[in-house]
């Protein structure tokens, strides 16, 4: 064979890019895609399946769902502020601070993004809450209960995608600012505020989004006095049983997630383009003098903002009748209604397991084939890989039971459709922690070993893999965690006699009785537990320097 019929047949080849990302885009396209343009259409058509643009436009110019949508993105702009204003301070000190203990400082950081929504919600009630450890603030049934809640849940997302960014700026300039005359505080609005400005807009962006789709937390901490989209299409649905109604407020809110998920595309692009990066190690410095001061009061701020709830919830688990008690925990192994709490978690658990490996193999290979594609492919598959995180669990879920009964088999019944659901929400993260550890990866490396005669998959198996397996490792332990406490999605698809944990959480929350809130309570100290553990190793195995999360 000569060579220029050799590159006749390179060139007529499909990009490897192509072929990699093949699987994960049908996995999209089937399980994600399908049923989200199945809600655009159910919103678009009347009883009768006629196009009807004209009563959808009717439909959303009701003054309540323009209420409600007012409400969603109200909350969601106040708890990005909330959030920004917690987090950043955060993000300084585990990124220019070197103190003992910077590990667990990270593992509490980072516990509760992955705790589940409806556990959250949980323990800002314990604390909120008549005899609660903050009852005498009256916050309980207010919305700054839910801001707090959703604050709580996202200082991760500020302190680590911010945090990433700053451990890495070159501090020299900063200094050469300051050696010129500016004060500290002018030295740091004019050099590192513009410096980090393009990864706390993505942060907001992405905060805002989270807060924008919020479910578990706004329906514990809201009832039916605080309504977001979220809520109310879930209402809608299981409640009011107008599927129209449900879909057209989807698609309200998917304006909304499009809009958020552009700004943070377009801020990560700006970002990866600007920035010159330092090694970690050599920016962090022990604080001396009156540093010690600002170290203590972030502190304080990480023990009562992302401490406390947890303590609350679970002192609250141990008297859930005002009396020190392990009540909650002995029924929680007891059979009512036919279920049981040991029964919910091994469920749980088992699901769990099903759905990272499923996000695992897909987010990896779409991982692999956006490192490997080029030019404005590359960025755009970059941010569509995020969309299923913003797309609300609560829509999946309504768009599964109207399209996944087409399918050969009805996998509306099965056993699958709750990991593959809860794989969707894992898939973005894994994709996240991975991509960074792959695109940091030498590529000498990679040619010498082409060079030598070695097949690409050899190539990723003997070069790559080894340089990314602690990141692959903690994004697998991360997709556990998230899919261990999914809520939105899983209450749409779970079977009644066969929840998850925290399903039956949610179930046993909304009805009266010490009993179900005392198993309620200690179902979400467990969750708690095992999810302090897994992110515990995570952060033990993963590798410092690369990746947000």
């Given at each position: 064979?000569?060579?220029?019929t050799?590159?006749?047949?390179?060139?007529?080849?499909?990009?490897p890019?192509?072929?990699?990302?093949a699987?994960?885009?049908?996995?999209?396209?089937?399980?994600?895609?399908?049923?989200?343009?199945?809600?655009?259409?159910?919103?678009?058509?009347?009883e009768?399946g006629?196009?009807d643009?004209?009563?959808?436009?009717?439909?959303?110019g009701?003054?309540?769902v323009?209420?409600?949508?007012?409400?969603?993105?109200?909350?969601?702009?106040?708890?990005t502020?909330?959030?920004?204003?917690?987090?950043?301070?955060?993000?300084?000190l585990?990124?220019r601070?070197?103190?003992?203990?910077?590990?667990?400082?990270?593992?509490?950081?980072?516990v509760?993004?992955?705790?589940?929504?409806?556990?959250?919600?949980?323990?800002?009630?314990?604390?909120?809450?008549?005899?609660?450890?903050?009852g005498?603030?009256?916050?309980?049934?207010?919305?700054?209960?839910?801001?707090?809640?959703?604050?709580f849940?996202?200082?991760a997302?500020?302190?680590?995608?911010?945090?990433?960014?700053?451990?890495?700026?070159?501090?020299?300039?900063?200094?050469?600012?300051?050696?010129?005359?500016?004060?500290p505080?002018?030295?740091?609005?004019?050099?590192?505020?513009?410096?980090?400005?393009?990864?706390?807009?993505?942060?907001?962006?992405?905060?805002f989004?989270f807060?924008a789709?919020?479910?578990?937390?706004?329906?514990?901490?809201?009832?039916?006095?605080?309504?977001?989209?979220?809520?109310?299409?879930?209402?809608?649905?299981?409640?009011v049983?107008?599927l129209?109604?449900?879909?057209?407020?989807?698609?309200?809110?998917?304006?909304?997630i499009?809009?958020?998920i552009?700004v943070a595309?377009?801020?990560?692009?700006?970002?990866?383009?600007?920035?010159?990066?330092?090694p970690?190690?050599?920016?962090?410095?022990?604080?001396?003098?009156?540093?010690?001061?600002?170290?203590?009061?972030?502190?304080?701020l990480?023990?009562?903002?992302?401490?406390?709830?947890?303590?609350?919830?679970?002192?609250?688990?141990?008297?859930?009748?005002?009396?020190w008690?392990?009540?909650?925990?002995?029924?929680?192994?007891?059979?009512?209604?036919?279920?049981?709490?040991?029964?919910?978690?091994?469920?749980?658990?088992?699901?769990?397991?099903?759905?990272?490996?499923?996000?695992?193999?897909?987010?990896v290979l779409?991982?692999?084939?956006?490192?490997?594609?080029?030019?404005?492919?590359?960025?755009?598959?970059?941010?569509?890989?995020?969309?299923?995180l913003?797309i609300?669990?609560?829509?999946?879920?309504?768009?599964?039971?109207?399209?996944?009964?087409?399918l050969?088999?009805?996998?509306r019944?099965s056993?699958i459709?709750?990991?593959?659901?809860?794989a969707?929400?894992?898939?973005?993260?894994?994709?996240?922690?991975?991509?960074?550890?792959m695109?940091?990866?030498?590529?000498?490396?990679?040619e010498?070993?082409?060079?030598?005669?070695?097949?690409?998959?050899r190539?990723?198996?003997?070069?790559?893999?080894?340089?990314?397996?602690?990141?692959?490792?903690?994004?697998?332990g991360?997709?556990?965690?998230?899919?261990?406490?999914?809520?939105g999605?899983?209450?749409?698809?779970?079977?009644?006699?066969?929840p998850?944990?925290?399903?039956?959480?949610?179930?046993?929350?909304?009805?009266p009785?010490?009993?179900?809130?005392?198993?309620?309570?200690?179902?979400?100290?467990?969750?708690v537990?095992?999810?302090?553990?897994v992110v515990?190793?995570?952060?033990?195995?993963?590798?410092?320097?690369?990746?947000?999360?």
């Amino acid at each position: 064979m000569t060579a220029s019929t050799k590159e006749q047949r390179r060139r007529r080849a499909l990009p490897p890019a192509l072929l990699i990302g093949a699987g994960p885009v049908i996995f999209l396209a089937v399980f994600f895609a399908w049923p989200v343009s199945a809600i655009v259409y159910r919103g678009l058509v009347d009883e009768s399946g006629q196009f009807d643009p004209l009563g959808t436009v009717q439909l959303l110019g009701r003054a309540s769902v323009w209420d409600i949508a007012a409400f969603t993105v109200g909350q969601a702009a106040a708890s990005t502020v909330l959030t920004l204003a917690a987090g950043l301070p955060v993000a300084w000190l585990l990124a220019r601070v070197a103190i003992p203990g910077r590990t667990l400082l990270r593992v509490v950081v980072t516990v509760p993004f992955v705790l589940p929504t409806v556990v959250v919600g949980i323990a800002f009630r314990a604390l909120f809450s008549d005899g609660g450890l903050l009852g005498f603030t009256g916050l309980d049934g207010t919305v700054w209960a839910i801001l707090l809640a959703h604050a709580f849940f996202n200082v991760a997302v500020v302190a680590r995608t911010v945090g990433s960014v700053w451990a890495h700026l070159d501090p020299r300039t900063e200094q050469a600012a300051r050696s010129l005359g500016a004060s500290p505080a002018r030295a740091f609005c004019t050099v590192t505020v513009p410096a980090l400005a393009p990864a706390i807009v993505s942060a907001a962006a992405v905060v805002f989004l989270f807060c924008a789709t919020s479910f578990g937390v706004v329906l514990v901490l809201g009832g039916t006095r605080y309504r977001t989209l979220e809520t109310e299409i879930y209402l809608q649905t299981v409640q009011v049983f107008d599927l129209r109604m449900a879909a057209v407020l989807s698609l309200l809110q998917m304006l909304a997630i499009a809009g958020a998920i552009a700004v943070a595309t377009l801020a990560r692009r700006g970002r990866e383009r600007a920035l010159s990066l330092r090694p970690m190690d050599s920016t962090a410095r022990t604080p001396r003098g009156r540093q010690w001061i600002g170290v203590g009061a972030v502190l304080a701020l990480v023990a009562s903002l992302l401490i406390v709830p947890p303590c609350a919830l679970l002192v609250r688990s141990l008297r859930p009748r005002g009396e020190w008690s392990l009540e909650g925990y002995r029924l929680l192994a007891q059979t009512r209604d036919g279920v049981s709490g040991v029964d919910a978690t091994l469920l749980s658990l088992r699901t769990a397991t099903d759905a990272a490996i499923l996000s695992l193999v897909v987010g990896v290979l779409a991982a692999i084939a956006i490192a490997q594609a080029r030019g404005r492919f590359a960025w755009i598959a970059d941010g569509a890989i995020l969309i299923p995180l913003g797309i609300s669990a609560v829509t999946v879920g309504f768009g599964f039971l109207i399209t996944l009964g087409r399918l050969p088999g009805d996998l509306r019944s099965s056993a699958i459709l709750i990991p593959i659901a809860q794989a969707l929400v894992a898939i973005p993260l894994v994709v996240r922690i991975v991509l960074p550890a792959m695109r940091a990866v030498n590529a000498r490396l990679r040619e010498g070993a082409a060079v030598l005669g070695a097949s690409p998959v050899r190539v990723w198996f003997t070069i790559d893999l080894p340089l990314v397996a602690r990141s692959i490792a903690a994004a697998a332990g991360f997709a556990f965690v998230v899919t261990v406490g999914e809520f939105g999605a899983t209450s749409f698809l779970a079977r009644a006699g066969d929840p998850t944990l925290p399903v039956l959480i949610g179930r046993l929350i909304a009805r009266p009785g010490a009993e179900n809130a005392s198993v309620a309570l200690a179902g979400a100290v467990l969750l708690v537990a095992v999810t302090a553990t897994v992110v515990t190793i995570i952060e033990i195995v993963r590798i410092r320097d690369v990746g947000e999360f």
